[in-house]
Antibody, heavy 118, light 110 residues
Framework: EVQLQQSGPEVGRPGSSVKISCKAS????????MNWVKQSPGQGLEWIGW????????DYAEKFKKKATLTADTSSNTAYIQLSSLTSEDTATYFC???????????WGQGVMVTVSS | DIVLTQSPALAVSLEQRATISCKTS??????????MHWYQQKPGQQPKLLIY???NLASGIPARFSGSGSGTDFTLTIDPVEADDIATYYC?????????FGSGTKLEIK
């Protein structure tokens, strides 16, 4: 059974950074990319970027290029997203989603709520 | 970026048909494949894949759900609607990066 288990909720101060994890199981981690998606409170879904765990290659949406850093650890089958220079605009739920070659997100993590507050 | 447009909400009666539309700013077909996918999201939960490549039912999804369309106009149909279908439905294109989603259609019961 494919599972994506994300870390717990985070509270970050303005200007700081947070790092969220997404541990994959039930499939070969390096066979799929991992997408990250942002959902602001009461809003829709916004693609942040993807990482190919096999090669470490990444691609980001333009607006997240200076905000997010995607990494992956193949020894632990875990993908990470680090969000830097936090502002209130970063308060949101962040999902990881397994992406295939067609850009289909077939499996999603449960989401991590990030709250930016002083 | 490809923009996807959905109506904000739709109210239907139980056991009736719900038709949710998604229009794209550019053609999302290529070599006969529609790079259009549909997700269901219930409050407090992660999105769930319903339909991929325009009309293919994802594993474990009831046959009450179907997808159709091509080019720039796509439809998700739920027939008949059940109480458990109350959720927000999102379309997503993967023809070009960045991946983009529609703003979501909230399905409500009359």
């Amino acid at each position: 059974e494919v599972q994506l288990q994300q870390s717990g909720p985070e509270v970050g101060r303005p200007g700081s950074s947070v790092k969220i994890s997404c541990k994959a199981s039930g499939y070969t981690f390096t066979d799929y990319v991992m997408n990250w998606v942002k959902q602001s409170p009461g809003q829709g879904l916004e693609w942040i970027g993807w990482i190919d765990p096999e090669y470490g290659s990444t691609d980001y949406a333009e607006k997240f290029k200076k905000k997010a850093t995607l990494t992956a650890d193949t020894s632990s089958n875990t993908a990470y997203i680090q969000l830097s220079s936090l502002t209130s605009e970063d308060t949101a739920t962040y999902f990881c989603a397994r992406g295939d070659t067609m850009g289909i997100n077939g499996y999603w993590g449960q989401g991590v709520m990030v709250t930016v507050s002083s | 970026d490809i923009v996807l447009t959905q109506s904000p909400a739709l109210a239907v009666s139980l056991e009736q048909r719900a038709t949710i539309s998604c229009k794209t700013s550019q053609n999302v077909d290529n070599y006969g494949i529609s790079y259009m996918h549909w997700y269901q999201q219930k409050p407090g939960q992660q999105p769930k894949l319903l339909i991929y490549e325009g009309s293919n039912l994802a594993s474990g999804i009831p046959a009450r759900f179907s997808g159709s369309g091509s080019g720039t106009d796509f439809t998700l149909t739920i027939d008949p609607v059940e109480a458990d279908d109350i959720a927000t439905y999102y379309c997503q294109q993967s023809k070009d990066y960045p991946l983009t989603f529609g703003s979501g259609t909230k399905l409500e019961i009359k």
